[in-house]
Structure formats: C-alpha cells, structure tokens
C-alpha cells in the first residue's frame, strides 16, 4: 500500500497517510478540520525485499561443485591450482 502526502489549504499543515489504492482521498485536515488537498508525485516508493536481492540478480556467479566437492567451473575463474 502506498503512502500519500497531503496539505491543508487553510492552515499549510502537511501529513502522510498509507492507504490502499482504492481507498477514498482524505478531505479533512487533522489539525484544523480544514479542506486537504493530495500533493502529485508522492506515494509511489520503491522498496526491495527479500533474501539477496543484489546478490540474486546482480552478484557474481558462483561455480557449482561438483560429485568429488571441487568446483566444476567453465570458466578459469574459480579454479584451484591442485
């Protein structure tokens, strides 16, 4: 859900409200009960979760190893000098 911005006309004082999409705008100042109006270009963030989001999709690859537990490369990158 996102988080939209709002001001008073009547006496300048500007909050936040999170509400879903579909909710009504607000109308009434929380300070002095005047009209509101929603401010353009707030309520839209960006936020990323989750496990390695960078290291998911942007690290380096690691090689997988292999049955005897070495690392089976195709690239010369990772291996050992055994």
């Not at 998911?56 to 997988?64: F, I, L, M, R, T």
């Not at 292999?66 to 490369?73: A, D, F, T």
């Given at each position: 859900m996102?988080?939209?911005?709002?001001e008073?006309?009547?006496?300048g004082h500007r909050f936040e409200l999170f509400q879903q999409m579909?909710?009504?705008p607000a109308r009434e100042c929380p300070e002095c009960?005047?009209?509101v109006r929603r401010l353009i270009g707030t309520g839209g963030g960006l936020i990323l979760k989750g496990a390695g989001f960078h290291a998911?999709?942007?690290?380096?690859?690691?090689?997988?190893a292999?049955?005897?537990?070495?690392?089976?490369?195709c690239s010369g990158e990772c291996q050992s000098d055994s």
């Open positions: 996102p988080t939209y911005e709002y008073c006309d009547e006496c579909t909710d009504e009960g005047g009209k998911n999709d942007y690290g380096k690859p690691s090689c997988p292999s049955g005897n537990g070495k690392p089976s490369c």
